[in-house]
């Protein structure tokens, strides 16, 4: 199936989103879209996805012009999807979430579930997606949740694969397990649109690739350009790929964590027995692919939740039983990894935001009431100083850019002090801008003496950051390793194996804390 | 060199999170939808007021079987119809002083009310629990008014902080169980209205309660020296009450807007999650929260006590804390919205009586015409639909979530 | 959507879960205090003689016999004392057994309660305990019928808070059109239709519109109860007019031959009004609709996840519209309970407070149609156990009235807790 894209324009309001975008997808090719967060990619799926209307243009299926009103028309062309975001109903089974929208019966408008888990073994088996239909889906892990996605699009007899930011969630033996079923579809004649902003993947699988940019398409180009160039293109400028940072100039230890253990509220242990240790002037990087107890783990730390087992310290305090609040006035900055759900009030203004945590201080209340004119003051003086894009100091939050709201919630956890600063993915879903900006931040705070944890599921950033790396898998540090190891078995750590059995084993140092 | 990112398109914001309702007076351009889109309502509620009066006149409907041979009948008696009673509802309520103090006097606890239950909703709680908080806010000031002998100014000041300290312990009590259980506070506020019910037909069967020489459940008089008094004299028989009702109305504004826990309990009412992650203390918000809002119902007790009727019974509390809601409502939980509400609706339930005494229309029909506003405010799209209004904003902000806590 | 854990049980460190610890906390107090007010109980009665009846009065061809009190007393104390064991050794099983284990410290704190009450009478004629079961069915249905009513729309993410608003419409529109039609059954056809004229405006306001759900449920309470009132206060005193208007025939009690001779349950279950056994059959269907049919998927599959829904093709809103219009088939069945399903005319304020109580039921049964009948079922047994209690005047009777509502705030609070209800209840979608 060939599928055309003529002059697709998407505006909302004022803005467009997507430009008089021309794209051609051959039958049998993986056609890469590459673009950074916001350049207007997920827009332009969603359009061929009859998830939106498009403002202007058309979409040709083999010649022929089709409009999409619903996801029924695309799924009925032959167009499938798998969301960035997975599409999947968290309580209903494997089984129950394939046949949503088109369901097995027995008779008409019952249900047969015994039909529904004979498709997916079947459609498991054809494409060596192992899954079990019986499973609720909430109760797998990430990577077996995609699979779950893909026999979703495929069991509609997709032609065309759209595939939204597929590895974001992945290990990189899951990504080349993912880019080997992309080839092994591709052989069986299914197009693939492979929509990411990395540019190693758009490399290594590509056949060929779009670069969109502001909403428009800037170029196409082969996969063997350079990575720069692709960047270069992606970004509109010439991007420096590293941060530029000195070797640390190693202190005490100001946070150690002895066995530290997390038991969920349904009963499993999610954090086992983690101790580590982090130093003034020092990055630690905590790597591990989403859901290997990270996010407890940090919660954990500042006190969101207590430990069932174990010891936190902070400069030699315990301060395992202590609670948000005495963690922040402690010296603990946080940057949490859902700013939305965490970080700011999105119906706050910017500068309520820049206070949220500190709206206590001295500086800005009396005890009973708030000091306006200093709040005002300060927020005019860190919009300045982080160069957040705002219409006025009283916008929402909400209505900024990822970036920008990225960019609030650093700049309050920089306005004070600061003993440890924790940072969950502090760069998830911000344009690269914004990115270098943040990291320069974070490294000069580390040469201020703050240690530094961060946790991010993106090696880049680990490796970019990071002066020592701890891998966590299964809710455990399985090793803590030098940044020169190699990205393989940084892989391998991160899917389990450890140092001593694995293949990894001598090739990772243990480094001393 | 740019690094701007272009601003997001409207759906890809990663909440639909809307402005905090706050009104900057200085500046039109914050209230005028807002006012557009009230004004709006109220006239569509009078128009589907206006049929429900027409046909259910009897004239009108008499009129209707001879339609066809002469309709102007049908549209004349239509029209007294309605302009009868709408001119006894606006002069019942506004028509001279002695309607003026009456809508004051009935609408100083609407207004103390909706003020609890504005200061709940802002902390993203519904508090559907006035009414029960009211009711033990009468039941202790009503004791301590008609029980305790304590000299004039004293003795009102004692029964209003029982008034009050009995709402805020009901509305502590559901704040507490939400902060530390879960159990959701719309559930647990309207059982524990009818607890308060019970609780208020129980003590009046008691002795301490029952007025002697009465057989109804009626409980003594409260003393003269704990009732708000009347200074303006019978020409304007307005009660001291209304003055701490608008009092409220300024503390409530300078706690949400100005002090600091005021900022935790908007935090906290906006996003629990990232508040909670700023050391704030949720539970102690939440339970706070309802404490106040309580203690807002309790003053709004101690008017009706104290001030409008002077002695305990079953129907003392009428419908205030439901009502309560609508006003908070209507007055998109802000502290000066919720104030000109409570008068709104103070008028017109003054006015319903005096409509259903002069023009035949029953009073009830004053509480289709409340809950029809308000429906319409909350459908700020639908109004604009309706009268071709063309501005953005002016939707509805009142913050309270589902089920999840 | 909320992240699956990739985490296994491997490696596992050897600690307390804190939420085990909590329920043992919780299992410990309550059946200590269970024990204690039997013992209560038990010391205070003097004379165990307590006299029962299986039908609903005693008559002359069935009078009341005289029951064991005390040897059932003390087997309640051992139940309790053993659960209160287990609890304390941390041994109460999870799963059935655990409910069975429950249930049987429920029904030996009730059974204490009501002889407690029943002993010791001073009166000239002593009252016997009557059997509780027809009435906790016949209290229960409207409840059970609002409760469907709630898990229908909130299964498909639509708060229904205005069950109550559903219920007042329902029971005046069944008592107009019974006395309209001069059929009791005409009544229910009332009902139904006032129910889902109540559904379509929640459905335009909340799907249309997107107006705030919780906050429309409390207008549309507030909009039914002024009509409902104004209309009735329309209706004029001339008999003439009124018997057209306000004067409904009631529904029949329809004894199913054969199984209403069943003890105990016969007459419970089966000596009931067509309208219970409409209720019946709609706890089976919406159960069956919701769990085995291709539209239960959808259905559900909108409440948790709408944006799911909406990419492989399915109508979100339309889906929506069917749940909630359908929920109003069954709160307005519920709604005619109190006018052509019981007392007959509409008086104002009719369903006083019963669609609240169904919405408790609907969270207390986690959402689901079985779980909120058996929630209604409790509610409706204390309903009838109040009516009974009242006569004998060991607690006083406006205390009891109350303690429906205090059984709700303590299983709200203290057992259901932080439940998990659809993840998009209440929640519009909009298409992004």
Redesign the interface.
């Known amino acids: 199936m060939k599928l055309e894209i003529k002059g697709l324009t998407?505006r909302?309001?004022s803005?467009t989103?997507n430009d008089h975008i021309d794209l051609t997808i051959e039958p049998g090719e993986i056609h890469c879209l590459l673009g950074e967060?916001?350049a207007g990619k997920?827009?332009l799926m969603?359009m061929l996805?009859g998830?939106?209307d498009p403002t202007e243009g058309e979409i040709l299926v083999d010649g022929q012009p089709v409009t999409f009103k619903?996801?029924?028309?695309a799924?009925a062309a032959g167009i499938g999807?798998v969301?960035q975001?997975?599409?999947?109903?968290?309580?209903?089974t494997v089984a129950?979430?394939v046949?949503?929208?088109?369901?097995q019966?027995s008779v008409p408008?019952?249900?047969s579930r015994r039909k529904a888990s004979a498709m997916v073994t079947e459609l498991s088996e054809r494409y060596g997606l192992r899954v079990d239909p019986g499973t609720l889906?909430?109760?797998?892990?990430?990577?077996v949740?995609q699979r779950v996605e893909i026999i979703?699009a495929l069991s509609n007899e997709a032609k065309v694969l759209i595939l939204d930011e597929p590895t974001a969630?992945l290990t990189p033996q899951e990504i080349d397990e993912l880019m080997d079923i992309m080839r092994s579809l591709k052989e069986q004649g299914t197009s693939i649109i492979f929509i990411t902003h990395k540019l190693r993947e758009v490399k290594a699988v590509g056949d060929r690739i779009s670069v969109i940019r502001?909403?428009k398409v800037v170029g196409t180009a082969p996969p063997s350009t350079s990575e720069a160039e692709l960047a270069e293109m992606m970004v509109?400028?010439e991007v420096k790929l590293k941060v530029d940072k000195d070797p640390p100039d190693t202190g005490a230890v100001v946070m150690s964590v002895e066995?530290c253990?997390v038991?969920?509220?349904r009963?499993?242990?999610?954090v086992?027995?983690v101790s580590f240790e982090a130093r003034a002037g020092e990055v630690l990087g905590i790597a591990g692919?989403?859901?290997?107890?990270q996010t407890e783990l940090i919660k954990a730390l500042?006190g969101?939740v207590k430990p069932?087992?174990g010891v936190i310290r902070l400069d030699g305090d315990d301060i395992s039983r202590h609670?948000?609040?005495e963690?922040?006035?402690d010296g603990i900055g946080?940057i949490?990894e859902d700013?939305?759900?965490?970080?700011?009030?999105?119906?706050?203004?910017v500068r309520?935001n820049l206070i949220?945590?500190i709206?206590?201080s001295d500086e800005f209340?009396?005890?009973?009431?708030?000091k306006?004119d200093d709040i005002a003051a300060n927020a005019d003086a860190r919009i300045k100083e982080f160069d957040i894009?705002t219409e006025s100091a009283e916008t929402?939050v909400?209505?900024l850019?990822?970036?920008?709201?990225q960019k609030v919630v650093v700049a309050r956890e920089f306005s004070r002090p600061l003993k440890v600063l924790i940072a969950s993915q502090p760069t998830r879903g911000v344009?690269?801008?914004?990115i270098?900006?943040i990291h320069k931040r974070i490294i000069s705070e580390r040469d201020k003496g703050t240690a530094v944890i961060i946790v991010s599921t993106e090696l880049d950033e680990i490796f970019t950051l990071s002066d020592r790396i701890a891998v966590m898998y299964?809710?455990?540090i399985v090793a803590t390793v030098s940044p020169d190891i190699a990205r393989e078995d940084i892989g391998l750590l991160m899917a389990g194996a450890t140092p001593d059995s694995g293949p990894a084993s001598g090739k990772t140092e243990e480094v001393p804390a | 060199m740019s690094t701007q990112a272009p601003a997001p398109p409207p759906g890809a914001a990663p909440e639909p999170a809307e402005p905090e309702p706050r009104t900057d007076l200085r500046d039109p351009r914050s209230w005028l939808p807002s006012v557009k889109v009230t004004a709006g309502a109220f006239v569509i509620a009078l128009v589907i007021g206006a049929f429900v009066i027409a046909f259910s006149d009897d004239d009108v409907i008499e009129s209707l079987s001879y339609f066809g041979s002469y309709p102007w009948d049908f549209f004349t008696r239509s029209a007294d119809a309605v302009w009868s009673s709408y001119s006894a509802l606006v002069r019942g309520s506004v028509g001279s002083s002695n309607a003026i103090a009456s809508t004051l006097n009935r609408s100083a606890p609407l207004i103390c009310a909706g003020l609890g239950v504005t200061l709940a909703f802002r902390a993203g709680l519904f508090n559907i629990g006035a009414q029960g908080q009211l009711i033990v806010g009468a039941i202790c000031a009503g004791y301590v008014g008609f029980t305790w002998d304590l000299p004039p100014v004293l003795h009102l000041v004692v029964a209003l902080i029982a008034g009050l300290l009995g709402g805020a312990v009901w509305g502590a009590i559901t704040g507490f169980l939400k902060a530390r259980t879960g159990a959701h506070e719309v559930i647990t506020t309207i059982m524990f209205n009818y607890l308060a019910a019970s609780i208020l037909i129980f003590a009046l069967g008691h002795d301490t309660f029952q007025r002697p020489g009465s057989d109804n459940a009626l409980s003594p008089k409260v003393d003269d020296s704990a009732t708000f008094g009347k200074p303006l004299g019978d020409g304007f028989p307005v009660h001291t009450g209304v003055v701490l009702a608008i009092l409220a109305g300024f503390a409530v504004w300078w706690l949400l807007e100005r002090s600091t826990w005021g900022f935790e309990l908007r935090a906290v009412g906006a996003n629990a999650d990232a508040s909670r992650t700023a050391g704030m203390s949720v539970a102690k918000v939440y339970t706070l929260a309802m404490l106040f809002a309580g203690l807002l119902a309790g003053l709004a007790a101690t008017m009706q006590v104290l001030g409008n009727q002077n002695s305990l019974s079953p129907t003392l509390p009428g419908s205030i804390g439901f009502d309560a809601i609508t006003v908070a409502l209507l007055g998109r939980a802000t502290p000066l919205g919720t104030v000109l509400a409570g008068l709104l609706f103070g008028a017109m339930s003054v006015g319903g009586v005096a409509m259903q005494a002069s023009a035949g229309t029953p009073k009830e029909l004053t509480d289709v015409l409340q809950a029809l506003i308000v429906l319409f405010v909350a459908a700020p799209a639908l109004v604009k639909g309706m009268l071709r209004i063309r501005e953005t904003g002016g939707g509805s902000t009142v913050m309270a979530k589902g089920w999840g806590s | 959507m909320a992240v699956a854990t990739a985490i296994s049980d491997e490696g596992a460190v050897d600690v307390r879960d804190r939420g085990d610890v909590r329920r043992q906390i919780r299992l410990v107090s309550v059946f200590g205090l269970v024990l204690l007010a039997l013992v209560f109980f038990y010391l205070k009665i003097d004379d165990f003689g307590v006299k029962y009846t299986l039908g609903e009065r005693v008559t002359k061809d069935d009078p009341a016999k005289d029951l064991d009190a005390q040897t059932i007393m003390i087997a309640g104390l051992v139940v309790v004392a053993v659960a209160l064991l287990l609890a304390v050794v941390n041994k109460v099983p999870k799963g059935a057994l655990g409910g069975l284990i429950y249930f049987l410290v429920g029904v030996a704190f009730f059974a204490g309660f009501v002889f407690w009450n029943y002993a010791d009478q001073t009166g000239t004629f002593s009252v016997a305990i009557i059997n509780p079961f027809p009435g906790t069915i016949r209290l229960a249905t409207p409840l059970i019928f609002g409760a469907l009513a709630g898990c229908l729309c909130e299964r498909a993410g639509v708060i229904n808070i205005a069950i109550e608003g559903q219920f007042l419409m329902g029971a005046f529109f069944a008592s107009v059109a019974s006395s309209l039609a001069f059929s009791a059954e005409m009544g229910l056809v009332g009902g139904i239709a006032a129910g889902v004229a109540m559904a379509a405006l929640l459905g335009v306001f909340a799907l249309r519109y997107q107006v705030n759900q919780v906050v429309l449920g409390v207008v549309l309470i507030a909009l039914a109860t002024g009509l409902t009132d104004f209309l009735l206060s329309q209706i004029p005193d001339d008999p003439d007019i009124k018997k057209y208007l306000n004067e409904p025939l009631i529904l029949e009690k329809v004894p199913v031959s054969g199984l209403v001779d069943i003890p105990v349950i016969g007459p419970a279950l089966f000596n009931q009004t067509i309208l219970v056994y409409i209720m019946y059959g709609s706890v089976v269907f919406v159960t069956l609709l919701l769990f085995q049919t291709t539209w239960g998927l959808r259905v559900r599959s909108v409440g948790e996840h709408p944006k799911a829904a909406d990419t492989v093709g399915i109508n979100v809103n339309r889906i929506r519209w069917q749940a909630v219009l359908i929920g109003g088939v069954f709160a307005g069945l519920g709604g005619a309970f109190f006018t052509v399903g019981s007392t007959g005319t509409f008086d104002s304020n009719a369903s006083a407070g019963n669609g609240f109580i169904a919405l408790a039921a609907v969270i207390m049964g986690r959402w689901h149609p079985v779980g909120a009948t058996l929630a209604s079922l409790l509610f409706g047994f204390c309903f009838t156990l109040q009516a009974q209690l009242a006569f004998l005047d060991k607690i006083p009777g406006e205390l009891l009235r109350a303690s429906p509502y205090l059984v709700t705030v303590i299983a709200v609070a203290g057992f259901v807790g932080r439940v998990r209800p659809p993840a998009a209840d209440g929640e519009p979608y909009v298409k992004s």
């Not at chain 1, 700013?339 to 203004?349: E, I, K, L, M, T």
């Not at chain 1, 850019?401 to 709201?405: I, M, P, V």
């Open positions: 998407k909302f309001g803005f989103a967060n916001g997920s827009t969603n996805y998830l939106l619903s996801p029924s028309d799924i999807m969301h975001h997975f599409m999947l109903v968290p309580v209903f129950e979430n046949m949503l929208g088109r369901e019966v408008g019952v249900l889906v909430e109760a797998l892990p990430v990577g949740q979703k969630v502001r909403g509109g400028r066995g253990t038991v969920d509220p009963g499993h242990q999610v086992k027995d692919v989403q859901g290997n107890g500042l969101l069932d087992a609670g948000p609040r963690s922040l006035d946080y949490p700013r939305s759900h965490d970080g700011y009030v999105g119906a706050f203004s309520e949220l945590d709206y206590r209340s009396t005890g009973l009431a708030l306006l894009r929402p909400s209505s850019s990822g970036g920008n709201q344009d690269v801008g914004s270098e900006f299964d809710g455990r």
